[in-house]
């Protein structure tokens, strides 16, 4: 192992476990609500009722779509060829407060679909990009605070959402 990697794992370790040092009666319930509000079907809801309601820009929905494409190519291709466990797995006193819809940990994409949601919402209403801009590193702490990903992963996630929508960007330009 190089010492980059183990100088990643040690600050993954001593950062998740101050985060969730910091679990609480009140904190608990609001970081599973936020966590949930990652989910997929949330974002497609949002992008639906959007571009019905909003005054959306010409290829907003398709540049959406197709960023959200990359990024789920992306994110499964990743997580499975790094099969990363995930921390309640791999690092002792680490419980799990959700159920993962996967095994593996690295790259969250709650966090990719996240950091993509919020630059395609904060552009279709660009006075709400600062509310989904916190909403996505919301969701990206939600999911260290329960435990199902590592700091890294995280950081991983908000790389891939904006990789995603560069290259979604560079697609509909070629258009």
């Not at 949601?117 to 209403?125: Q, R």
Request: charge should be positive.
């Amino acid at each position: 192992m190089t010492p980059f990697i183990m100088r990643i794992q040690y600050w993954d370790e001593r950062t998740i476990r101050q985060i969730i040092a910091a679990r609480g009666s009140v904190l608990t319930p609001f970081m599973k609500f936020i966590s949930r509000v990652g989910d997929g079907y949330v974002w497609a809801l949002l992008a639906v009722l959007f571009s019905v309601a909003a005054d959306v820009p010409a290829g907003w929905l398709s540049l959406g779509l197709t960023a959200f494409a990359v990024e789920l190519l992306c994110y499964k291709l990743i997580k499975q060829t790094t099969t990363r466990p995930r921390p309640f797995r791999a690092l002792p006193g680490i419980q799990n407060l959700v159920i993962p819809q996967d095994e593996y940990s690295f790259p969250s994409g709650h966090t990719a679909a996240a950091t993509v949601a919020a630059f395609l919402f904060g552009t279709a209403i660009p006075v709400l990009a600062p509310f989904f801009a916190a909403l996505a590193l919301l969701i990206g702490l939600s999911r260290i605070y329960l435990g199902v990903h590592f700091p890294s992963d995280v950081l991983m996630g908000f790389f891939l959402g904006a990789f995603s929508i560069g290259v979604s960007t560079m697609l509909h330009g070629m258009l």
